[in-house]
């Protein structure tokens, strides 16, 4: 891939995206007169950065709370706690107009297309939606950015496509459709959340590419949410891996996977081998199943299913995440001390 040449939007900061402690808790169950007795902790502080050109992808199981970090992160839901700076601007700052501002220079992209789009409008009224809000271009203009964008996310010729409505499009087609969306505004960050999951195995590839390609045409970034490692490493960097609110294990992609340090690491990559010999196999599965982060004790997040835990880690809190090698980063009592 070409080297990354910052433009004149991403300019005031190393880091397009900066997160800090992030909390977000959820009320799990309410008592009498609706008082909140008990709290999802879905996310429980979290902090990473994500450098200008650069994918990061978020992995960890089903309810660890990918979706969560990456839905306050483009403001559709308020954090309990802690800091998000885009590009050197903390996000407390675009609350003046509404997040109107926020929402140009960051996106998501969600992982069921079939929910996502509007079944009534035309997929011209649901890519054209953003510039209409926010009072770009007349019909001409608008139409002509509209068939440009479908021509740049493969949906050819674009009058064949312009006035068709979701139904009559394939799942691959439909997240075309959303991706262009996305795009529209020129955002110089996206949250991609699983966004080829739910599509045929068939046209997952040519949607990553596609994600691939417009990220380097556009300068833009990426929060890569994904179960799968093997999509991670095609698409990212670095990965973070999330066990139940927490990162549990942050490093550059290759020496992750080569070198995986954090048990729930290690156990992943036993449950879901990356297609490749050099990478580490058979290291012993983790007891139980995933549970849900309700008034979690202080200790370890990952103790109950852990095959290497001690007496330590049920006195002691959470471990902090430390950078055991250059640039890798666990959160284990057991391997970085
Ligand atoms: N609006 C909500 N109200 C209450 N609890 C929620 C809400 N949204 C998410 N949760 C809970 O927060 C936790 C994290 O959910 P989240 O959807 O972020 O996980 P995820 O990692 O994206 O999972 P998946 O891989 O299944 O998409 C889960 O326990 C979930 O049940
Ligand atoms: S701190 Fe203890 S319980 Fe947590 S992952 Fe490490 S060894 Fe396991
Ligand atoms: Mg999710």
Same mark, same amino acid.
């Given at each position: ?26 009320? !799990? ?12 902790? !879905? ?7 994500? =450098? ?52 140009? =220079? ?85 949250? !991609? ?46 990965? !973070? ?24 690491? =290690? ?12 990478? =580490? ?57």
């Amino acid at each position: 891939m070409s080297e990354y040449v910052p433009d004149e939007r991403t300019v005031k900061s190393e880091y397009i995206l900066e997160v800090k402690n992030l909390k977000k808790y959820f009320p !799990a169950d309410r008592g009498l007169f609706g008082r909140v007795k008990h709290f999802v902790h !879905a996310v429980d502080d979290v902090t990473f950065e994500i =450098k200008h050109g650069e994918s990061l992808g978020l992995v960890g199981e089903s309810g660890c709370g990918k979706t969560t970090t990456g839905k306050v992160i483009v403001a559709l839901e308020v954090p309990t706690d802690g800091e998000i700076i885009l590009d050197g601007i903390g996000i407390e700052e675009y609350a003046v107009d509404g997040f109107k501002e926020y929402h140009r =220079k960051v996106q998501m992209i969600f992982q069921d297309p079939y929910e996502s789009l509007n079944p009534r409008m035309t997929v011209f009224d649901i890519i054209a939606e953003p510039l209409n809000i926010h009072g770009i271009g007349n019909l001409k203009e608008r139409e002509e950015k509209v068939a440009e964008l479908l021509q740049e996310v493969g949906l050819t010729p674009p009058s064949s496509f312009m006035w068709r409505y979701p139904h009559e499009l394939s799942g691959g087609q439909r997240q075309r459709v959303a991706i262009a969306r996305a795009l529209v505004l020129n955002p110089t960050f996206v949250v !991609a959340d699983e966004p080829t999951s739910m599509l045929d195995v068939s046209v997952r590839t040519g949607v990553m590419e596609l994600m691939m390609k417009l990220r380097e045409i556009h300068n833009m970034s990426y929060l890569y949410i994904t179960h799968d490692l093997a999509v991670a490493r095609y698409m990212c960097e670095r990965i !973070a891996v999330m066990y139940l609110g927490k990162i549990v294990e942050l490093a550059e992609t290759e020496e992750l996977l080569k070198n995986p340090i954090h048990p729930y690491t =290690k156990a992943l990559l036993t449950a879901v081998p990356v297609p490749d010999p050099e990478y =580490k196999k058979g290291e012993p599965d983790i007891m139980g199943s995933v549970s849900k982060p309700v008034d979690p004790p202080p200790r370890c997040r990952f103790y109950d299913r852990c095959p290497i835990r001690t007496e330590r880690c049920a006195k002691e809190d959470h471990p902090p995440l430390k950078e055991v090698a250059p640039d890798h980063f666990v959160s284990c009592y057991e391997v970085s001390e």
